[in-house]
């Protein structure tokens, strides 16, 4: 048995340097042909925008195209099937919101572990939200919409395509102590046309996808979610300042290999995108259409996924929410 044991353990210590230097010369010539960038939304909203610039900066710094390919659906969990059907040699990248990390919690049967599965590369930005309603609600704050909901329950129509949104639109009608009648998207792309022409009559959505409509009077801003005023709609009161502040959710958006991605290739990925991130140009580009660049490494983002995962497991079970 002894001599067994000694035999297994050269075997390992031989194995070891084959192993890393395997990955060691898999990431010095990485990448080897073109990536693919998975984004879980619809083409054309901010969560996508942001993508795209992420993906156009990974292109330049690795020299082969990074192309996007958007797979809504199944609260992102088609494109995190298909990333974790790929090879995984670096060369198929998962783009997904921070509400995302929850759809484990809320899709029993998802069969995905966030943590088990997939390794984050890094934080690139956040997408601020907003409370809106259709104009032709006879409420032009939000205590006059709250008090119309109390008087019909279920009445008002909310559109949600994310967790994020449902966890708002959730943590709204128990703060609010009002009732909702919720209908799922696969997108806030395809819910906007429906909020605009009063086939739903509430929506939890980025700022940015909304601003340009409240500002034309095709919808109302009734609140953002944010901890300050936007300066795109200065007149528009925080949730805190009409005492809902507990209406909060995740809106960082960030980008994933699945976790048996060699860690080298990770880091080379990891270090590009921290860099795409910082470039002034991108962060201007951001600013300018009301996104905010957020950069985060792996090991911090690690860190959010863990804390968050822990607060969306206590909200999903105290607001018995799922993603029906």
Not at 162 to 186: D, H, I, K, N, W
Not at 187 to 209: E, H, I, K, N, Y
Not at 297 to 313: F, G, H, Q
């Amino acid at each position: 048995m002894r001599h067994l044991m000694s035999c297994v353990a050269a075997l390992a210590a031989l194995a070891a340097p084959v192993t890393s230097s395997a990955q060691a010369a898999a990431a010095a010539a990485f990448p080897t042909k073109p990536l693919r960038m998975l984004v879980p939304v619809p083409a054309g909203g901010p969560s996508d925008f942001i993508a795209r610039q992420v993906a156009q900066q990974l292109s330049a710094s690795l020299g082969q195209a990074v192309t996007v390919e958007n797979k809504p659906g199944a609260n992102g969990l088609l494109a995190a099937r298909e990333a974790m059907a790929a090879p995984a040699d670096g060369h198929t990248l998962l783009y997904a919101p921070g509400s995302m990390i929850a759809t484990p919690l809320l899709v029993k049967a998802s069969g995905l572990d966030w943590s088990r599965d997939f390794a984050p590369l890094g934080k690139v930005g956040r997408v601020p939200f907003a409370l809106a309603i259709y104009p032709g609600v006879p409420a032009s704050t939000l205590a006059e919409f709250v008090k119309q909901a109390h008087q019909q329950p279920h009445i008002f129509n909310v559109a949600t395509s994310t967790p994020s949104e449902v966890l708002a639109a959730a943590q709204f009608m128990q703060a609010a102590g009002v009732q909702l009648t919720r209908v799922p998207y696969r997108g806030g792309t395809q819910a906007l046309p429906d909020l605009l022409t009063g086939r739903v009559q509430v929506m939890f959505g980025p700022l940015s996808m909304l601003q340009a409509q409240a500002k034309s009077g095709a919808l109302r801003v009734l609140a953002v979610l944010d901890p300050e005023r936007s300066a795109a709609l200065p007149d528009v009161p925080t949730m805190a300042e009409v005492g809902m502040g507990a209406v909060s959710v995740p809106t960082w958006q960030g980008v994933y290999t699945v976790a048996k991605v060699p860690e080298a290739v990770r880091a080379r990925l990891a270090a590009d995108i921290a860099a795409a991130v910082a470039r002034p140009e991108l962060r201007s580009e951001f600013e300018r259409r009301m996104l905010a660049p957020e950069g985060a490494t792996p090991k911090e983002l690690t860190a959010t996924i863990t804390r968050e995962l822990a607060v969306w497991s206590a909200l999903v079970d105290a607001y018995k929410l799922t993603a029906d």
